[in-house]
């Protein structure tokens, strides 16, 4: 079972890297031809959902919005928030000893937060934070 579940993981990380550096490449060949692009939004979503490696790498080989702003910083961004979740989920399995474990844990806090949140208690307190955090 974990092996079919690695290599679905692997599956799609492969795929959605591919699909977000030919995305890039088709929107590189949109820009010089002077054609319709591909949405920055669709870029960045592609490289959300963790197609963050081939948007960079296509960025960096093809020299596509390498200086374009909030595209780069937005991009930025979603691979520092990728980086992050990673080393949590590896420590979370380290901690936690297995991956049925930690799902179990990451259910837990889920609910938590769906209660805390649904009662008002944490919108005030994220809304403040997240306002600090966007006066860096």
């Known amino acids: 079972m974990r092996g079919q579940l690695a290599i ?8 959605v ?6 995305a ?3 929107d590189k060949a949109r820009a010089e031809n002077r054609a319709q692009r591909i949405p920055e939004s669709t870029l960045l ?4 959902i963790g197609g963050s490696i081939g948007t960079v790498i296509a960025q960096q080989t093809i020299r ?3 200086r374009k702003e909030p595209f780069r910083s937005r991009l930025v961004g979603i691979v520092l928030l990728q980086v992050f979740a990673i080393i949590a989920l590896i420590v979370g399995l380290v ?6 474990t930690l799902s179990q844990f ?9 209660a805390l949140r649904w009662q008002g ?14 006066d860096l």
């Open 17 to 22: 890297n591919l699909l977000a550096y030919a």
């Open 8 to 15: 679905g993981v692997v599956g799609y990380v492969v795929s």
């Open 45 to 48: 979503y592609l490289a959300f």
């Open 64 to 66: 596509h919005k390498t």
């Open 106 to 114: 990451l259910t837990f806090l889920g609910r938590v937060w769906t």
């Open 121 to 134: 208690v944490l919108s005030m307190q994220l809304l403040g934070w997240c306002g600090h955090v966007s």
């Open 95 to 100: 901690i936690t000893g297995s991956p049925e």
């Open 24 to 26: 890039m490449v088709f």
